[in-house]
């Protein structure tokens, strides 16, 4: 049998770490939930001390998620160990995971410290969290660009002090495979602990490289690989995790290796992250991008046809996309969803059942076919719902070449109904005027974006904005068959976050 490798998920930290992609709580429970059906070894859940949204986030995935280990962030200090232990503590599996940096220019200048300030301090961070756990992972930051040796000695003594998992990060993704791959197995041969613990990887993507370099890693022994589900990440994001994976199990010939991800949840988890974070992947990004499996040339389409592997070297549905998902249509029973809705993962209360229910009949009404899409976008409305201080009501638009845009709108602002009407250039930015003055906010618009959720004329359009207030952004969404009202859902959706996350963080 062939040797695992650990997959480490840090899309709920790491990930949440990309501009505009903060999740609320019931986000990251749900996106918790889809890791584990996806399987991955590790969930790391987020960084306890950075804040109480935090903590509670992390406590909340550690008292409630089953079969998987539950890893917290903390800095090499008491404070931000004790304060992941807190939030850990009921897991199954809990794994404190903290950091230190070792490279001469982060010690130099971030720090401020020297070699043996830094050797003393990490050694003491985890025999101070062993003191709760015996699965603690030790991270050098910025380790590709340290001085090798000195990585090797505070490796080794962080063994001794307790540390079960050493992770080598490349934390400005500066590295190249070939020279990764050698300092990794560098690592593996002058560490005389090595056997007591598993060699991890961390890579960045600034050049491009994290998927490639994590993949030289595997081949000089690490054994554990952090990723994100699309790549999400602070700056160009991490290895996503659905590359390395697929290329693991493609090439098994040549990998020798082997992980216990269920494949056929990559699509849904990829599409779980895109709805909640707002961030869409690009069309011809590999494995989860809309033209991944799409062939255009005649020449291919014709011997895809012949034969699949003519041109494909995966199959479609070892990720998990079929083709034609029509879900149901408008004489199906509430029966029928609720079995359909299970066999998306999600188990709903019969309140949520209901209500899921009632949009469903709506949107059937006006539409022919119902996409597994379309009830994606209605559950995600429906079940991770976040308090509405701002709900429309109502919303008549008028415009035309040879008329001035005008939006009326009601809304119910803090249980108030109000209305209003503006005029903008086109109807959308009437409607966003219009919005602006009832709710007086103050929000910048950083983004906008209409797409459709499936095709046809009657799909259903989909919008993404990002705003930001006082340094805060974030992402809101709507969905609708009308595009304009589907804009005036994302505005709203938008400032409705807004207002929770400010309450979060307070
Ligand atoms: O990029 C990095 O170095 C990190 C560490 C905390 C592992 O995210
Ligand atoms: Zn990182």
Redo the contacts with the bound molecule.
């Keep these: 049998m062939s040797d695992k490798i650990i997959i480490f998920d840090?899309t709920l930290?790491?990930g949440e770490q990309s501009p505009g992609a903060s999740m609320n709580i019931q986000e990251k429970f749900r996106l918790a939930q889809q890791l584990v059906k996806l399987n991955v070894d590790v969930i790391e859940a987020g960084f306890p001390v950075a804040s109480t949204g935090d903590f509670d986030c992390v406590k909340n995935i550690a008292d409630r998620i089953k079969d998987v280990q539950v890893a917290g962030?903390a800095r090499t200090n008491k404070k931000d160990i004790d304060a992941a232990w807190e939030a850990l503590k009921f897991a199954e599996a809990p794994r404190i995971?903290t950091?230190l940096a070792t490279s001469d220019i982060h010690m130099k200048h971030k720090l401020k410290m020297n070699r043996e300030q830094v050797l003393e301090l990490a050694v003491e961070s985890v025999r101070h969290a062993a003191k709760y756990t015996s699965n603690i992972e030790f991270?050098a930051?910025?380790?590709s660009r340290s001085d090798l040796d000195f990585v090797c000695e505070v490796f080794e003594a962080v063994i001794k002090a307790g540390a079960t998992t050493l992770?080598y990060?490349?934390?400005t993704g500066y590295a190249l495979p070939e020279e990764f791959g050698e300092q990794v197995r560098y690592l593996m041969e002058n560490i005389p602990s090595i056997d007591k613990a598993v060699m991890s990887v961390?890579c960045?993507n600034d050049l491009g490289l994290a998927v490639a370099n994590s993949l030289a890693a595997i081949k000089s022994g690490a054994r554990q690989v952090?990723c994100t589900v699309n790549g999400l990440g602070?700056r160009a994001g991490?290895t996503a995790m659905e590359e390395l994976v697929m290329a693991v199990r493609t090439r098994a010939d040549r990998m020798h290796v082997h992980t216990d991800i269920v494949t056929e949840q990559i699509h849904a988890s990829s599409n779980l992250v895109t709805s909640i974070t707002g961030i869409h992947v690009q069309p011809n990004k590999a494995i989860v991008g809309a033209n991944a499996f799409a062939h255009e040339a005649g020449i291919h389409q014709d011997g895809v046809l012949k034969e699949r592997t003519t041109y494909e070297i995966m199959n479609p549905r070892d990720i998990g996309l079929t083709e034609g998902n029509i879900v149901l249509g408008k004489h199906s029973g509430r029966h029928a969803l609720k079995q359909r809705i299970e066999s998306m993962g999600y188990t709903l209360t019969d309140d949520e059942i209901n209500r899921v229910f009632g949009r469903f009949k709506q949107l059937a009404d006006v539409k022919k076919e119902m996409f597994e899409e379309d009830l994606e976008s209605i559950l995600m409305d429906e079940v991770l719902r976040i308090p509405e201080t701002y709900k429309l009501l109502s919303l008549g638009v008028m415009s035309g070449s040879k008329t001035l845009p005008t939006a009326a709108l009601k809304m119910i602002i803090d249980g108030r109904e109000l209305e209003g009407s503006a005029i903008g250039v086109g109807p959308i930015d009437a409607t966003f005027r219009a919005i602006a003055q009832l709710t007086k906010t103050r929000s910048k618009l950083l983004y906008f974006s209409v797409n459709s959720i499936t095709g046809g004329t009657d799909a259903q359009g989909d919008v993404l904005v990002r705003i930001e207030d006082e340094g805060k952004v974030v992402v809101g969404q709507g969905t609708d068959p009308d595009i304009i009202t589907a804009a005036a859902k994302a505005y709203l959706n938008g400032l409705n976050r807004l207002v929770y996350l400010n309450k979060e963080s307070k």
Aim: aromatic content about 6%; proline content about 5%.
């Design positions: 840090t930290r790491d962030l995971h950091f991270s930051e910025d380790a992770n990060p490349d934390t961390h960045h952090e602070e991490n």
